[in-house]
């Protein structure tokens, strides 16, 4: 069981990190990586704009 599960996790955290290797992917990882703090350090929410950052990166 502990096998299946640090696979799961190695799995997902080099899915994350692939990410940042392409220029047309790194606004997706970034993304991912805000997810990870979902408040700045003055307290309030961060605001993220998924469309915004895809639109960008895509055009």
């Known amino acids: 069981m502990g096998a299946a599960i640090a696979t799961v996790v ?3 955290i080099s899915g994350m990190f692939a990410n940042a290797l392409s220029a047309r992917t790194r606004p997706t990882f970034l ?4 997810s990870f703090i979902p408040y700045r350090f003055n307290g309030e929410p961060s605001q993220i704009s998924p469309d915004k950052q895809m639109r960008s990166s895509i055009a």
């Open 10 to 12: 190695s799995y997902a």
């Open 31 to 34: 993304m991912q990586m805000k």
